[in-house]
């Protein structure tokens, strides 16, 4: 490979990096790019203030101001074209550096660098890049690792008292190898739902949030805002469901020996109040406090275990053997093996259900991500082998236990007999124990299908079992009062609801949010209070299960929409099985309570709706963004296959209207008939040299899309740069839209000021409308007696568009003069007519004169006004000409043809008098309209009047007046006619005159729309389609 050219350079000008005003400075003495200039010493100790990371003549060989690949270019990202830290924009690469102090800098050091990189780590380079200078810095917060920030913790959630006293009881009904199936049932949900986890954790960096964080980030603030909430009020309650499982526990303690505080239930109530207490005390201390409690409630549970595991090897007493303990036997294994199903809830489905509570809990790392050294390495490992020994024990225990202990046993020493004992049945008789009696009676109160206190029996010392299930409950209090104010402080800080940002706020080194384990304490000890959560639980864990589908949901709809940005670094996983994993967590969850399933689904669809309505101003980047533009694409390019017919015609609209917040009434009426149904399109001309005018794009475009989103218009926005407005136009016209879904119709605005106008942009403005037919464009053109352009009362700069009255070619926009002001009542009316079509039309009249027959359009669109709220009670009219001795065949004729269209328009008039004489006066208005722009060539020949009119083709030749005089005329007498007919309408809709190209001057043809729509008070438009039909009456 050819080695770069290196210039002779002295190293050490080369040392540091390029800036701006050393370029600057070669530019302007006219040196070459890489020539070193005086003062251009990259050792200089002077800041720069663009420069770039990019080491001179040691990097590249030459100098440049590009930057190589850093960390701090790529942190805190959001959107595409954000600016970034340290890295220089396209302008300054692309274009002639100048001195911009907008955009100026700070640079990122060079001098730590040795390949563009920083020494301490992407993490140092991130805070160095976020710091203020001068700030003192701040204490590190405590991080965790995945052992101790997820794995015990999960381990510790996933563990409780179903472990200790359910358990045993199911092995005895459904036998080892069902229990074993449940469990690796339940386990394959909670597995597939780690996996997912894993993999949406590991695509991007994670912060504190847990599950509302994951599920929000991937699915959008709709689904993530719902779960977020209900997720972190059901770990509230479960505090409370936790600590009531060992207040019951001491409780039970306490009964034996006869030492109650007050009575059973109050006593679960001072018990648990005061668990609670202490947990929160502990939660306050810290992270680092409360990681030290779960780590001795986890050494307390191993050496639960380790004594029960030693206990099954201890040869069983006289006592132990009376309860049904006879250690490790072949037989009572291969008799557990089988199920034996007893009770209501004798079934493998209601076992199921009781057990897969035991399952849950995975989530507790994940939802202290905040807390995490490195969530996305952290999480994955900790939560899978949490997931992994948490099922080894649960195998283990159901495995040792259904060897051991026999299903029933009295307890009583008395039933010791021979072994072969006539009369004996069952299994402990060749033990010597004969527990027919109870067996047959069921009123065994020991054996693994009676006491639910067998492991504690087994094991070598009873109270560490009870210990254990102290430290279960305890544990998984603890998890949930931490928890529950972690994600509960994200949701706030994000403010999709309202009244809750007050919890939001964190404290210490930590970013504790104490409001909310306050808020959570409450929530705790109010349910703890009710002391009977019976019908609680059930809601929880479906709450539970619906954080569990949505994270598998999320992977898979992440995986499914083929989004670039989706690039887990974790790879073990399938977006088949998580969506299999999101399927059967909604199946279990109708398995375990119905109703419950079905109040959880109520309260998510509620909470999605409230987000849907109120619409966050937030943008995560999420999976149903990536999917909604793969839906866009397919179903555009699908559409491509799709023949077009009369019938499935919709009125596609560009509509011209310059930036749309100055002409609001042109975009309420183009976006009430196509909302919903189809395309609308704004589009803006700047005129200018592009270099000047595509910044002023760039920033105007979100401005006006926002707008037209707060306005509830559904309609696109576009613009184009160019010299002048009638090439502009022609870009529009031509590029608008994709495939199928391109603009039909071109709607502006009427030009009110051509007659005082530059004679250049009345040129303009009629070739506009020539090119639009030209490319098959239906046309329609909107008046209003107080105008469509509102730009003097938002005192804004106007565009150059049809009303601005200045050359085309100057590109600045009509403004008053400094010294002038306009007149408060004009802009007054102008503010109103802006607003009259967002409101209510009344019991008024759409008039319809459909004079020449162009397809359908001109009765069209007042049809789809007519099917608006706005304009439901408006009665359409049609007028059409006719001749006063057919009338009323005419008359039948149209009414025949308007009901074969179905459009229900019933009411149709004949004008008889269309073609009368207009009167006097208003023929010689329209003399004195025309006056201006005529030749007054005295009827020469037509060589010396296109030699008269070289250089002002607008101008009006005697012979043209003379032509189409019978077609002004007919301007006067239809305007006449609107006036007598129309004067109370809502709207008036026409079909215009057109006017021949290169035979009608455009000041003739604008002569001609005047007249027909001046003097009128209710707007009008001027509606022409492309003499294609748009209406059929035929269903096929």
């Known amino acids: 490979m050819a080695e770069l050219p290196i210039p002779d350079v002295s190293p050490a000008r080369c040392s540091g990096r390029f800036t701006i005003s050393t370029l600057l400075g070669m530019e302007e003495g006219g040196r070459g790019p890489y020539t070193p200039t005086e003062g251009s010493n990259c050792d200089s100790a002077q800041p720069t203030q663009l420069s770039s990371s990019t080491l001179c003549t040691r990097t590249f060989g030459y100098n440049t101001v590009d930057v190589v690949p850093a960390y701090e270019h790529y942190a805190n990202s959001k959107g595409v074209g954000d600016p970034r830290k340290g890295r220089p924009s396209l302008a300054d690469l692309h274009s002639i550096l100048k001195p911009d102090p907008s955009r100026l800098r700070t640079p990122v050091s060079d001098l730590q660098h040795s390949n563009g990189l920083p020494e301490a780590g992407p993490e140092a380079g991130l805070e160095e890049a976020e710091g203020e200078p001068g700030r003192d810095s701040e204490p590190e917060p405590v991080r965790f690792g995945w052992v101790k920030g997820v794995m015990i913790r999960c381990m510790l959630n996933i563990w409780g008292v179903i472990l200790y006293l359910r358990l045993p009881w199911i092995t005895a009904q459904a036998g080892i190898a069902l229990t074993w199936l449940i469990i690796l049932m339940s386990v394959t949900v ?4 780690g996996l997912s986890i894993s993999a949406i954790s590991t695509n991007g960096k994670v912060k504190s949030g847990g599950t509302y964080f994951l599920i929000s980030r991937s699915l959008g603030p709709e689904l993530g805002g719902s779960i977020g909430l209900i997720f972190a009020f059901a770990n509230a309650v479960a505090v409370a469901m936790h600590t009531v499982g060992f207040a019951e526990t001491v409780r039970d303690l306490l009964q034996e020996h006869n030492s109650l505080i007050v009575d059973p239930t109050n006593d679960i109530r001072i018990i648990g109040v005061i668990t609670v207490t202490v947990l929160l005390g502990i939660s306050l201390a810290g992270m680092e406090w409360e990681a030290k409690a779960q780590i001795l409630f986890f050494l307390v549970i191993l050496v639960s275990f380790i004594n029960y595991l030693v206990g099954t090897v201890i040869p069983a007493t006289a006592e132990k053997q009376a309860k049904g303990f006879f250690s490790y036997r072949a037989d009572i294994f291969a008799q557990n093996f089988v199920p034996n199903w007893r009770g209501p809830e004798g079934s493998f489905f209601g076992l199921f259900s009781i057990f897969f509570p035991s399952a849950t809990g995975i989530l507790a790392g994940a939802n202290i991500s905040g807390d995490l050294k490195d969530p996305a390495v952290a999480i994955p490992k900790g939560t899978l082998m949490a997931i992994f020994w948490t099922t080894m024990s649960y195998l283990v225990l159901s495995a040792t236990i259904g060897a051991c202990v026999v299903r029933d046993a009295s307890g009583s020493l008395n039933d010791s007999v021979a072994v072969g004992s006539p009369g004996c049945e069952g299994l402990a008789c060749s033990f010597g124990w004969n527990f027919t009696a109870c067996a047959q009676q069921q009123s065994c109160r020991y054996g693994l299908s009676n006491y639910y206190q067998s492991m504690s029996m087994v094991s070598g010392f009873g109270p560490l079992i009870t210990a254990g299930i102290f430290g279960a409950t305890l544990s998984s209090a603890l998890a949930c009062l931490v928890s529950a104010p972690k994600v509960f402080q994200c949701l706030c800080k994000d403010q999709l609801y309202p009244l809750i940002g007050f919890f939001g706020k964190g404290y210490g080194r930590n970013s504790e949010p104490i409001r909310g384990y306050l808020l959570t304490y409450v929530i705790a000890v109010g349910f703890i209070l009710i002391a009977e959560l019976n019908a609680i639980a059930p809601i929880i864990s479906n709450f539970f299960l619906c954080s569990y589908a ?12 083929n989004s670039p940005g989706w690039r887990p670094s974790f790879r073990y996983y399938s977006k088949w099985a998580a969506l299999f994993g999101a399927a059967v967590s909604v199946v279990i969850m109708f398995l375990l309570t119905w109703w419950a399933a079905l109040i959880a689904f109520g309260i998510v669809i509620f909470l999605l709706g409230y987000v849907l309505y109120k619409k966050p101003d937030v943008n995560w980047g999420s999976s149903m963004q990536a999917s909604s533009y793969n839906m866009a694409l397919n179903y555009s390019v699908g559409l491509s296959e799709v023949d077009e017919h009369i019938k499935n015609y919709r009125p596609q609209c560009l509509v011209l209207t310059g930036p749309p917040n100055f002409r609001p009434a042109l975009v309420d009426f183009v976006g009430t008939f196509t909302k919903n149904l189809s395309l609308m399109l704004c589009g803006n001309v700047l005129i200018g040299p ?5 910044p002023e794009s760039r920033l105007m475009a979100d401005g006006h899309t926002k707008w037209l989103m707060k306005r509830k218009i559904k ?3 576009t613009d184009v740069v160019a010299e002048d407005l009638r090439s502009g136009v022609q870009m529009l016209i031509q590029a608008a839209g994709l495939g199928k879904m391109r603009p039909n119709i071109l709607v502006l605005g009427y030009k009110r000021n051509w007659r005082t106008a530059s004679p250049e942009s009345l040129e303009d403005y009629v070739g506009i409308l020539h090119d639009a037919f030209d490319f098959k464009y239906g046309v329609c053109v909107m008046r209003m007696k107080e105008g469509l352009n509102v730009s003097r009362v938002l005192q804004a700069h106007v565009n150059p568009t049809f009303e601005a009255a200045e050359h085309p070619k100057n590109g600045t926009g009509s403004r008053a003069a400094p ?10 009316s102008e503010q109103q007519a802006s607003t009259i079509f967002q409101s209510k039309q009344g019991k008024k009249t759409i008039d319809i004169y459909w004079l020449f027959d162009d397809g359908g359009l001109t009765l069209l669109i007042p049809y789809l006004l007519g099917r608006k709220k706005r304009w439901g009670k408006c009665k359409i009219r049609v007028f059409v000409g006719g001749q006063i001795n057919r009338m009323d065949e005419e008359r039948k004729a149209i ?23 207009p009167r006097p006066e208003h023929i010689k208005r329209f003399d004195e309209l025309i006056a201006p722009f005529r030749l007054n060539d005295g009827f020469k020949d037509e060589a010396t009047v296109n030699e008269m009119r070289q250089g002002c083709p607008w101008k009006i030749s005697d012979e043209e007046v003379d032509k189409n005089r019978a077609k002004s005329l007919r301007q006067v007498r239809l305007n006449e006619i609107l006036r007598d007919y129309s004067r109370d309408a809502a709207l008036i809709a026409i079909t215009p005159p057109i006017g021949r190209k290169g035979r009608c001057p455009s000041s003739l043809y604008m002569a001609w729309l005047e007249t027909l729509s001046q003097d009128l008070r209710p707007p009008i438009i001027l509606t022409r389609g492309n003499q294609e039909n748009v209406l059929t009456f035929y269903c096929q």
């Not at 909670?190 to 739902?193: A, F, K, L, S």
């Not at 010294?819 to 007054?828: F, H, K, R, V």
């Open 190 to 193: 909670t597995t597939i739902t």
């Open 550 to 561: 949505l994270i598998n949901f999320s992977c898979f709809h992440a995986s499914i929409t």
């Open 690 to 694: 592009r270099k000047q005018k595509m």
């Open 715 to 717: 309609a696109f926005y």
């Open 819 to 828: 010294g002038t002001a306009a007149d408060p009542t004009t802009l007054a």
């Open 895 to 917: 009414v025949s043809l308007l009901s074969k269209f179905r459009l229900g328009f019933h009411e149709v008039h004949i004008l008889p008098d269309i073609n009368q004489k």
